[in-house]
């Protein structure tokens, strides 16, 4: 500034100094009924920056290249955050004008992100628009681009907390095209707005000014994820947020467990997509880079200091919750690994299998391309060590017992590690959700398990690991809970007598079945029965009414349930015609059920198209037999 005095200019940078460190150093100790105190006395200090920088400009009365004075012009068309050609128009930054503009502009910015700080949204805003007034005038240069995408930064992030995604999105996409054009235009390390009040013996490094400068795009690309994400443009939105954290890795700004965490739940997007190299990728990174934040303190050094309570807290939960995404990752890659090998029955597909195994080689060949066009985390230091933690899971889909169960194992690992941090005591609901994950690997890998009898340990691990927390769970306030997991034992209780049967089948028919094995077959077809009443149970009334109107969640649930105690009650042997005479009936009931259903609710037959037409043909055979049974016990009697 030629018109101020050294001594003055001095006093305005030791003012933009205070006013900084107040704002972000001192403002962290601010009393709690005064939370505001710091940032009210940089606002005070801003201020008075601002009406230095205005006097000497009235005072100064410099003429623009058209003869126009500066304080005359008339303003040009408001800005609205869309795109812009902020290049072409306005002074040179670096000229006189331009660098007034500038430096208004950037204490323009800095009070209106104090207003915002201290909840005055609206001052804040309008301090920001400013900023956006005094750019209007200059040129986007090295000199001024910072200030350019931070202050649409600041406004991306003011819309967006008002729901107002449009409107953010127009700043922040702005901000992005800024960066992208000054890179390819120019890309010399940009001033940083901290350097508009900086005495140049202060003034910052190359490195510095390019660091900051990246830091503020980073910003940009981590806000536009966040709006991506609001308007429903998932894919845009995991694209953006994969290259803010490679940035964060490449800049070395970031905190590492709110990182992993971020890259892990990326991973869930990849998942549900079916890409499963990125995700595992991701994975792998958030395990490495978690480790960074270093070892959980022991529980003696919690026990003497709240801080270390808290981080021992924190780095446990956080690294718990990977391990749960890590669970899902096995999950759906075993579930989606299924699905291309099941048959029209949910069995294993021979054929399919051969013809995938055949396939495998050429996919393998295109997944080490796939590698080299993806976007790797990490850096020199974290590469192989993230590498390392890929060799230890597959990402291509498993095609037989062996590689299901390498990726099984990896899940139970993690099953592990979730339930050490996520106990019944105190985490119920995650508690279970893990166990329930558990229990869906066995239920997976037991699909590529051909021996029926080792299929139906694995159900029965499940069983194991279910049964005794549903029966202990207080149905009032885990009603739904308690319904999923009844559910899931009747369906498993039903799995375990369909692989008994088979066992017995292959060993003799029903008819000359032992007495152990009758036994037990009526034990397995009896729980599952019990578990799908005691589903249909819970949805009665206090009075024991059960619902004449079915709800969407639970329509299929229902009539599956029917439909399969009908079945169950069918199967049973007894040698005493009285019993078989009364599952008959029960089963014969929830037949007609079904059908009934169905009849008064047409636009129910659609979930339950094949229960529906064996329930309709079983409706009609089982009274023949019924009054067969009838008429040999009168005979009898």
Same mark, same amino acid.
């Given at each position: ?39 009210y ?13 205005? @006097? ?8 623009? $290249?058209?003869?126009? $004075? ?13 795109t ?22 950037? &204490? ?55 729901d ?12 992005? $095209? ?35 400068f ?17 308007l429903?443009?998932?894919?845009r ?7 803010t954290l ?11 467990m ?8 990326l $991973? ?20 490495v ?7 959980v ?17 924190q ?7 990977i ?36 396939a ?40 037989d017992f ?64 279910l ?35 088979? &066992? ?10 032992d ?12 729980a ?12 009665? @009334? ?20 029917r ?10 042997i007894t @040698? ?10 029960? @089963?014969l ?49």
């Amino acid at each position: 500034m030629a018109s101020l005095s050294s001594d003055e200019w001095r006093a305005v940078c030791d003012k933009f100094t205070n006013a900084l460190n107040l704002t972000e150093v001192e403002s962290r100790n601010d009393p709690e009924n005064d939370p505001f105190r710091s940032k009210y006395k940089a606002r005070e200090l801003l201020r008075e920056i601002y009406c230095s920088l205005k @006097s000497f400009e009235a005072g100064d009365g410099e003429e623009d $290249s058209r003869g126009e $004075s500066t304080e005359q012009r008339p303003p040009e068309e408001p800005l609205d955050g869309q795109t812009e050609d902020v290049f072409g128009r306005g002074f040179s930054a670096d000229s006189p004008a331009g660098l007034r503009a500038a430096k208004l502009g950037a &204490v323009e910015y800095y009070l209106g992100v104090n207003h915002v700080e201290t909840e005055e949204l609206s001052a804040g805003q309008e301090h920001l628009m400013n900023c956006m007034k005094q750019l209007e005038k200059c040129r986007a240069s090295s000199e001024n681009v910072s200030l350019y995408i931070h202050v649409r930064n600041q406004l991306g992030i003011l819309w967006a907390g008002r729901d107002e995604t449009q409107m953010a999105q127009g700043f922040l996409e702005t901000a992005e $095209s800024i960066y992208q054009r000054y890179m390819k235009e120019d890309g010399t390390p940009p001033t940083d707005m901290t350097e508009y009040f900086t005495t140049e013996e202060n003034q910052l490094t190359h490195q510095e000014r390019t660091k900051r400068f990246e830091l503020a795009f980073t910003h940009t690309m981590y806000y536009l994820a966040q709006v991506y994400k609001s308007l429903g443009q998932t894919e845009r939105a995991a694209t953006y947020c994969h290259s803010t954290l490679q940035r964060q890795l490449q800049l070395n700004q970031f905190s590492p467990m709110e990182w992993a965490l971020n890259a892990a739940t990326l $991973s869930q997007y990849y998942i549900t997509k079916g890409r499963f190299m990125e995700g595992r990728h991701c994975l792998s990174a958030a395990t490495v880079i978690s480790g960074l934040a270093g070892e959980v303190p022991s529980e003696a050094a919690a026990q003497e200091s709240e801080t270390e309570n808290e981080r021992r807290e924190q780095l446990r939960q956080k690294r718990a919750e990977i391990a749960r995404c890590w669970i899902k990752y096995c999950l759906n890659l075993l579930e989606d690994a299924k699905k291309q090998l099941e048959d029209n029955i949910g069995e294993l597909d021979l054929d399919r299998q051969d013809e995938l195994k055949r396939a495998r080689r050429r996919e393998e060949e295109e997944e080490e391309k796939g590698r080299k066009s993806a976007l790797l985390f990490g850096s020199e230091d974290t590469f192989d060590s993230i590498a390392s933690v890929e060799e230890k899971v597959m990402c291509l889909f498993p095609l037989d017992f062996t590689e299901a169960r390498s990726v099984f194992l990896v899940g139970q690992n993690y099953v592990t590690q979730a339930k050490e941090y996520f106990q019944m005591d105190g985490y119920v609901t995650d508690h279970i959700e893990i166990l329930q994950d558990h229990s869906a690997l066995f239920r997976i890998l037991a699909f590529f398990e051909e021996d029926p009898e080792r299929r139906c340990k694995m159900h029965k691990r499940r069983v194991d690991m279910l049964e005794p927390i549903c029966n202990d769970l207080n149905s009032r306030y885990y009603l739904m809970i308690r319904r999923q997991m009844m559910f899931e034992l009747a369906e498993t209780y039903n799995e375990m007598m369909d692989l008994k049967l088979t &066992v017995a089948n292959r060993q003799a028919d029903t008819q000359t079945l032992d007495n152990h094995t009758i036994k037990k077959f009526n034990h397995l077809c009896s729980a599952s029965a019990k578990y799908y009443q005691m589903f249909l149970d819970s949805l009665c @009334s206090p009075e024991g009414k059960f619902p004449e109107h079915l709800e969407d969640e639970v329509l299929r649930p229902v009539l599956v349930a029917r439909f399969r105690v009908a079945r169950l009650h069918s199967r049973l042997i007894t @040698s005493s015609p009285t019993a078989q005479l009364d599952n008959l009936n029960k @089963s014969l009931e929830n037949y007609k059920y079904v059908v009934q259903y169905c009849e008064s609710h047409p636009e129910a037959a659609a979930a339950v198209e094949t229960e529906l037409e064996l329930s309709t043909e079983m409706a009609g055979l089982l009274p023949l037999k019924i009054n067969r049974l009838k008429a040999k016990l009168a005979t009898n009697n």
